[in-house]
């Protein structure tokens, strides 16, 4: 089920082009130099990480662009430096899976979300999707909350945008994050087509990025959350679910059947693999064994100390003793070493840490690809079974901290951070200060000292007087950022008496271009004073400023 999206054409025409060529030129005039990311970090320092995440892009989609020369920008970054065409995303495949894990370097038994909606048996507590959603959220970096609007079909323009501010937010912090979530909405909605034409945005996007950074030492990181497969029908799952479980349902949403009377888990998974909406249903045989019911037989899954052995009754639907797999147990790797070129990758593996996670239902039903589930937005693609296409993403990596060289072809993806990188993106160092700047404008000057990060000092002073101000950030998305301050003004009463002033200022960065609006009120009279600049700030630290209506600035900043 494909349908053409309106507005990835949009963001394909005259304004992208438009936008792009001013991007281009002020990215070249204020950042001269070949990209270079990645490059040497100076012997004993460590360079800073920008990791961008795709999300819902199967690494079949990604690497059909990538190979066929589509997106050039990223194939010249990362060429030289890995590529992991195979790291799997954790079952039940989703943001709000992958995510939470994937920030704090838990594993899949962790208590964090494993769908949308979740029942504790302990407890005996619900979990709502609007709960669910607040929690994925609270683990973003705060600068990064406004991207969740970015994620909305259209907003391609905008997150490339935010894109090119984030050589800013490496001068601020260590790791840097970065959220491409638009690819989720145009797979669900709109299918592969318009995924593809948006990550060729973000393409166009990064070729920029990169001519800013220059040939600033830093370690790139692109991956996909999970993967996203097109359907032709969707079945109604959970309707299923609550008809065959009837009374005996205490809480119920896919793949999650929480049953009143646990001991009719069997007979009620047994029942639930006859349907045709369901092609697996996985229950608790006992402590170590796993038994997954379909249409053809039972495939079992023995746990047994960290490792887990895989047996069928009746043919093998996941094709891996055609592998030369002989039923001996295997580590989570070990599967994924065998099996992550596969249809279906590290089963076993997928089916057991999510059911060995106490939130999981009593039974763990599960449909794939081609079939998809019945959602109110997902009519074209669908994440939700364990297929490649839902699972199986691509990663690459490259940078003076990255060594290709120790890094395996295939890993579980909620481990990158904690075991491949080997960074902490919960607790990212943050620089000690704010840039500091001397600006030379109309006979003014106009100096900024920063005493720490957030915070600033500054001082205008001209023939026409002096102001001295204190400023806190507010508010700072990728974007924006929102300063107010106190301060003193010699623009009192009677004229040149100092009186104390109140400020504000709101920047919108694009690139190397800043646009302020800037107001001063004096705090006795709350007369306001207002003025607005656009400014370039160069590579070597030069600034050209034009102030509103015409004064011309220059400076440095450091
Ligand atoms: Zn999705």
Wanted: aromatic share 10%; with cysteine; hydrophobic share 40%.
């Amino acid at each position: 089920m494909k349908t053409d999206c309106p507005l990835a054409d949009i963001v394909t025409s005259k304004p992208r082009a438009i936008l792009l060529a001013i991007l281009s030129i002020s990215c070249l005039f204020a950042f001269a130099g070949r990209a270079q990311a990645g490059a040497t970090a100076a012997p004993g320092s460590s360079a800073p990480y920008l990791i961008i995440h795709l999300d819902a892009i199967p690494s079949k989609l990604f690497f059909e662009e990538y190979d066929a020369g589509r997106l050039p920008n990223i194939k010249a970054a990362f060429e030289d430096g890995k590529i992991v065409r195979h790291a799997v995303s954790p079952f039940f495949p989703g943001t709000e899976m992958l995510y939470p894990r994937l920030k704090n370097g838990l594993d899949v038994e962790a208590q964090m979300p494993i769908t949308w909606e979740m029942y504790d048996r302990e407890s005996g507590e619900t979990t709502s999707h609007i709960q669910t959603i607040l929690k994925l959220f609270s683990y973003l970096p705060r600068y990064s909350l406004t991207q969740i609007i970015h994620g909305a079909p259209g907003m391609d323009l905008l997150a490339g945008c935010a894109l090119l501010n984030t050589p800013r937010m490496l001068d601020e912090y260590r790791i840097v994050e970065f959220f491409w979530f638009i690819t989720d909405a145009y797979g669900h909605v709109f299918g592969e087509e318009s995924q593809k034409k948006s990550i060729a945005i973000l393409d166009e996007f990064f070729g920029l990025l990169l001519r800013q950074l220059g040939s600033k030492p830093v370690n790139l990181v692109l991956y996909a959350d999970h993967g996203m497969s097109m359907f032709e029908r969707d079945y109604d799952a959970e309707a299923a679910m609550s008809e065959i479980a009837g009374d005996n349902v205490e809480f119920l949403y896919y793949p999650n059947l929480h049953l009143r009377d646990p001991s009719l888990a069997q007979a009620t998974a047994e029942r639930l693999a006859a349907r045709d909406e369901l092609d697996f249903a996985f229950y608790r045989a006992d402590e170590s064994l796993i038994v997954g019911v379909h249409k053809n037989g039972q495939v079992m899954f023995r746990s047994e100390g960290g490792s887990i052995s895989y047996s069928c009754n009746g043919p093998d639907p996941f094709g891996y003793f055609r592998l030369g797999y002989q039923g001996q147990p295997l580590s989570d790797q070990q599967w994924l070493d065998l099996t992550c070129k596969e249809r279906f990758p590290a089963v076993p593996v997928q089916i057991v840490r999510y059911m060995d996670n106490p939130l999981s239902g009593d039974i763990v039903a599960v449909l794939n690809p081609p079939k998809a589930l019945k959602t109110a937005v997902g009519i074209a693609g669908c994440h939700a079974g364990f297929a490649d296409t839902d699972c199986v993403v691509g990663i690459l990596m490259k940078g003076p901290d990255i060594d290709p060289s120790k890094i395996p072809d295939t890993f579980w993806l909620h481990r990158l951070h904690r075991d491949i990188l080997e960074i902490d993106p919960g607790n990212p160092e943050t620089a000690r200060r704010e840039r500091n700047s001397l600006m030379v404008s109309g006979g003014r000057i106009e100096l900024q000292a920063s005493p720490a990060h957030r915070w600033n000092g500054m001082l205008s002073a001209g023939s026409d007087g002096w102001t001295v101000t204190c400023e806190r950030s507010l508010a700072r998305s990728l974007i924006t950022q929102i300063w107010t301050g106190l301060g003193i003004t010699s623009g009192g009463e009677p004229a040149g008496s100092p009186t104390p002033v109140a400020s504000s200022r709101l920047n919108f960065y694009l690139g190397p271009l800043v646009y302020e609006y800037k107001n001063l009120i004096l705090l006795p009279s709350g007369k306001r004073i207002s003025s607005s600049s656009l400014r370039v700030e160069t590579k070597c630290g030069v600034i050209v400023e034009w102030s509103h209506p015409n004064r011309i600035g220059l400076g440095i900043t450091w």
